[in-house]
């Protein structure tokens, strides 16, 4: 089905003709239709599957087809990369049908911010610490409010951000349209949506919690010391034309991208540390090819739109399976294929039986010299139904190793 079969505005529609774009997503295909008649909207699709689009095309076209006030748009988002993002897509479509976005977040000028609300923009795409800063403050109010959208609704509860999303709900008008699109739908965002919502339809788009199938996983057992010497043999060696390196925490980070460039590597590290302009930089310079590498934290595990991400590595494992899921997204974006390997040592394998709990199925080990051997009490489904329950005590740990 292509975007011509939608009521979208023919704007709308040009932009997406210079832009090459004709044909929707499944989450696009599925939304489209239901948040143009203005009804309320669950979207729950895997990341990198187009979700942005899904609310922005029919947003833009049922705000052109009326009087364009001041803040009749809010986007909340959980990161800043994920609001500039957002506000990018938003401003390039909505700039044909004279509709302007402004992205408000924290780590920059408030004042500066400020004056731009006082001057007013139809859309406004937040996240909702820096918002309510400015609602409290009286810079911005939301009268004419009619969508309302959040997006990565999963991620904005895991970094605490349900205090304040209440407290904003509060301020908003009661009868208006309101979206949710999310990678996953946890028992709060199920709960937050009864508060919020009215009789909202749900559209889900392949497996919940799972990564996209075009998604190569591997993992490495490897002991915490011999991590950085496995990481630069597998950069040598490996295919690898753009990687995003994740790690837990800020200094780690720093220090790996140090290394990396003292071997010669083009790399650049993202975490919340750095200033706005800092990250923006680094973000740039990714995206145009003047690093190779992105070492990061988990601020850019959501929000980190740059096609061709043909590696993710995992160089610590994520604390929760859902994080994982967002981590590996970074790769096989826009129905391309990507790799995404994953460095486990035998103190970690608390998170990486999550990790599997959540996919399934074991992820395939690779087989290396310093392999070790990791705990894991998963077993899959299919091996339990195999199973004659003599061999093996349920529950039993076993150790996994791939020879």
């Known amino acids: 089905m292509p975007f011509s079969a939608f009521e979208l505005d023919p704007r709308c529609m040009r932009v997406l003709h210079e832009a090459g774009i004709t044909t929707p997503t499944p ?11 203005g009804r309320d909207l669950i979207g729950v699709a895997q990341t990198g599957t187009g979700k942005t689009l899904a609310f922005a095309l029919p947003s833009l076209t049922r705000l052109a087809a009326g009087r364009i006030e001041r803040n009749v748009m809010l986007v909340m988002v959980p990161t800043r990369e994920l609001a500039v993002q957002v506000h990018k897509v ?5 700039k044909a049908l004279q509709i302007r976005s402004i992205a408000v977040y924290g780590g920059v000028s408030l004042e500066k911010q400020a004056q731009d609300l006082r001057r007013g923009r139809a859309v406004v795409v937040a996240t909702p610490g820096r918002l309510l800063d400015h609602m409290s403050r009286g810079n911005v109010a939301f009268p004419h409010l009619s969508i309302l959208v959040l997006d990565e609704a999963d991620r904005m509860l895991d ?4 205090p304040d999303i209440r407290k904003i709900l509060r301020k908003l008008p009661k009868e208006r349209q309101t979206m949710m699109f999310s990678a996953t739908f946890p028992d709060e965002i199920s709960r937050l949506t009864q508060e919020m919502m009215h009789d909202p339809e749900r559209v889900s788009v392949g497996a919940i919690s799972r990564p996209v199938d075009a998604v190569r ?16 043999d597998i950069l040598r060696a490996k295919e690898i034309t753009s990687a995003v390196i994740f790690l837990r925490t800020k200094q780690r980070t720093e220090r790996l991208s140090e290394m990396l460039r003292k ?25 145009k090819g003047k690093y190779r590498i992105l070492v990061a934290t988990d601020v850019a595990a959501r929000g980190l739109d740059v096609d061709g991400i043909s590696h993710v590595i995992n160089y610590d494992v994520p604390p929760t399976a859902d994080d994982y899921i967002h981590r590996i997204g970074r790769t096989a974006r826009a129905q391309a294929e990507g790799d995404a390997i994953t460095f486990v040592s035998p103190a970690e394998h608390l998170p990486l039986e999550a990790i599997e709990r959540a996919l399934g199925r074991r992820l395939p080990r690779a087989e290396w010299e310093k392999a070790v051997p990791v705990l894991s009490l998963y077993t899959p489904p299919e091996e339990k139904k195999a199973s004659t329950g003599g061999t093996r005590r349920r529950g039993a740990p076993r150790l996994l190793r791939r020879r």
Request: aromatic share 6%; proline share 3%.
């Open 27 to 37: 989450i696009q295909a599925q939304a489209i239709p239901i948040a143009l008649t």
């Open 159 to 162: 970094m605490g951000f349900l």
């Open 217 to 232: 996983q591997l993992l490495y057992t490897v002991m915490p010391e011999d991590k950085s010497n496995l990481l630069l």
């Open 90 to 94: 938003i401003e390039e479509a909505g």
């Open 263 to 287: 071997h010669s590597f083009k790399a650049t590290a993202i975490h919340g540390d750095r200033s706005q302009r800092q990250r923006e930089q680094a973000l740039d310079g990714f995206r």
